[in-house]
Every structure is written in C-alpha cells, then in structure tokens.
C-alpha cells in the first residue's frame, strides 16, 4: 500500500509538472531538461532524450543517417545545439565526418584577416560613417554578408545561430540611441559598438573578434552591396573577381600593391590573376 501511494505520489506531481509546463519535451512528455534545438526548425527537446532518439533510429537503418529528421515536422537536420546560455552553445553534429569546403570567396575573406589592419581606410571613410550618423540608414546586405564572414572564420556552414545573434546585437548597438530620443558623440558611439559587437562575437570568433569588428566598420561605411564590396577589396590584394569590373580612381586602386604575398593555405589556381 505504501508502495502504490509512493506511485501515485510521483504519477500526481508529473502530471502536475506537465500542467504547469505548457511546453513540455515532445518526447518525454516532462518538463524539458538541458534545453536543446534542431539547428534548422528549432523544435525545442530535452538533450539527452533528442540525442537518444537520433541513436534508436540510427540503429533502425542498415546505413545510418547524416541528419535527424524531427520527431515532430520531419525537417531534415544536421545538429543539435545545446547549452546556449545567451553568448556560446554547443553543437553536435548528425555526421561527425562532414566537412564544410571553403568556396573562393570564404578564402578571400580569410585572406584579409591576415593583412594589416585598416588596408581599405584610405578607401572607406569609417570616421565619416560614425560622424553623418550614416549607421541609422538600414544595410539590407549585411546579414548576408555576416553569414559569409563568420562561415569563413569558423569554417563552418551552418552558422545562422550565430549569425542572427551578433547581427542582433549589431543593430541594437546602432539604432539604441535613436530609440531613447538621444545622440552620442561619434567618438562614443563607436566605442560602444565596436565593444558590444566584440563581446558578441568573443565566444564564437576568439582571438578574430576585434578584427572583425573593424572588418564589419568597413562594410557598413562602404555603402556598398557585397558584389562592390568584393571587386573593391579583391583588387586591393591583388585578386580577380569574375565577372566584376571595376575602374580605379584616379589610378589609386590600380597602384596599389597587395598587402601581403599570398598565403599558401589559401592559395588555388583560380585564386590569382
């Protein structure tokens, strides 16, 4: 008897667990322990019973799966984050062996991190952008153009996690003012965006993150869409862009030597002239 009201006991508090959680672990059926998300429809699981789901129907097929379909829209998925704590998470991968192949334009990317900084200053005039204010206007190219930076950087395909968040943080630093009814001096204004930026990025990015920081600078004071953007910079280092042409002002562009010789990581045969 003591034993049967020791189970109803557990059997009344789950139920009343599950009452008071209206979203609990679709499969479990309890409230959702370790919060976890399927990277492209964001269904929401505890951990451990998503990753044990993943192993039962990995064991069903004779040739296991590089993706999760989920157990509630069968969207086809690849990993799993974990452990988000609003700045970093964890990710496990479906296919541990799957490899993410950088394209040209992820080597040219690369390829300016390791110029010296501020290569395009005498380009773009990112002191101008902070003092015309000219961040308020809206850049519809740069979450675009974030995806393609931080893949390059983390070499990795599937970034839109962290790139919706540090585009978040990125356009609450530049509009917040705005909102308040407020202005800040350029000079703070900067500050205060280049360090928010480079807390958001810190745990993704590492050691690149203030450089990335000066990178994002660049772009936005460009004004430029990112096919512009990458004739410009691809001259600058001495690379072609096909299919983009652009002439030099005033010769500047075209005097102009690379930075620095080629690093031979990057380096392909189609990557030079």
Known sequence: ME???LNADKIKSSSSCSEEDPNPCPICLGPIIQDSYLEKCLHKFCYKCILRWTEVVA?????????IKCPLCKTENVCIIYDYDGCSFQKHCIDQDSGFILTKDHKYRLQCYYTEPGFLNDIFDVSRFWKSRKYLQPNRWLQSWLRREIQALMQEEDVDIVMHHIHGVIKSSLTRDEKKGRTTAPEEKQREFQESTS????????????RFVNEVELFLASGLNIEAYDAVCMQRLGWSAPGVTTEPAEGELAEHRPVIPYLNIFYDSDCSE
């Open 3 to 5: 034993k049967r009201g």
């Open 59 to 67: 064991r069903k097929q004779s040739c296991p799966p590089d993706y």
């Open 199 to 210: 807390d958001a990025a810190g745990p993704f990015l590492a050691a690149k993150s203030n």
